[in-house]
């Protein structure tokens, strides 16, 4: 994957030095056409091999401003999978029961187990992003939560877990066109949310506590930023980060089991009849 692309840990933050219209030098989707049908048959491949083996997971963390196409690229670049072996979700407003515990026990409920993928659309980390932008928690408070992030991501990495990050970076006029269009578009209506408009005033507030959170929570798993304005770009380069995550774990086929071998005398006794 592109060095570019991987934040370096814990080191200072500025999302203003990277351009969302970035494509890496790479002119249309068509330069990669190919390459990405090859990673996606790659990635089924490694999808079987990882199930068969059940000894790792991977959990995927897509983060973004509204509009970034958080729901866009896991449909597109998860799609084709074995469904049985994927699991997506998205942190909302935590229900009562959520509430009531503390704030990373709605994700751990949700991790990965041996043998599967999961993706989260939002996370854990929308506890020290919209909870500070809405005065819900303190500085102090929100510090402490990086750290509980990191023993977290630490707990899950030494049981097999293997976790990647991926924060998905648009302009804020490119945020505001698509808004925009939620609302031109009749068929796009229901994906419209008034309080969007809102939280897009505190754009800059948004923008100091991702920088902060990026530094911060990198001692596990660093965090992968996305230049996403170019849709065909955003999927291109998830779906390299997620097949060379796939390669990392080296997945083999599983040894053959040869207690199996038994059952080919039933087999045999009834196809004779």
């Given amino acids: 994957m592109d ?69 866009g690229v896991i449909k597109k670049v998860f799609a084709g999978l074995n469904p049985q072996g994927v699991s997506s979700y998205s942190f909302k407003t935590p229900t009562l029961e959520e509430s009531e515990h503390d704030f990373l026990w709605r994700a751990h409920n949700k991790a990965p187990v041996l043998g599967h993928i999961t993706t989260f ?3 854990y980390y929308e506890d020290v992003l919209i909870t500070r932008v809405h005065n819900m928690i303190t500085d102090k408070e929100a510090k402490r939560r990086f750290k509980d992030i990191n023993h977290f991501e630490e707990l899950l990495s030494n049981n097999n877990t293997k976790i990647i990050k991926i924060f998905l970076h648009i302009s804020k006029e490119f945020q505001l066109e698509k808004l925009k269009s939620r609302i031109e578009d009749p068929t796009k209506n229901w994906k419209f949310d008034p309080s969007d408009l809102q939280e897009r005033k ?5 923008r100091k506590y991702y920088e902060e959170m990026l530094e911060k929570c990198s001692v596990v798993s660093p965090w992968h930023v996305i230049p996403s304005d170019n849709r065909w770009y955003r999927d291109y380069s998830v779906l390299k980060i997620v097949v060379e995550a796939m390669r990392s774990l080296r997945l083999r086929d599983p040894e053959p089991d040869p207690e199996l071998l038994q059952y080919l005398d039933q087999i045999s006794k009834e196809e004779s009849h």
């Fill in 202 to 206: 505190s754009w800059k507030q948004y």
């Fill in 121 to 123: 659309n939002r996370s």
């Fill in 3 to 71: 060095k570019q692309l991987v934040l370096p840990v814990k080191k200072k933050v500025e999302l203003t030095s990277i351009d969302p219209k970035d494509t890496g030098g790479i002119l249309s989707k068509e330069e990669v056409a190919v390459e990405t049908l090859k990673l996606k048959e790659e990635f089924q491949d490694l999808q079987e091999k990882l199930a068969a083996t059940k000894k790792k997971s991977l959990l995927f963390v897509f983060q973004g401003m509204d509009c970034s196409g958080k729901d």
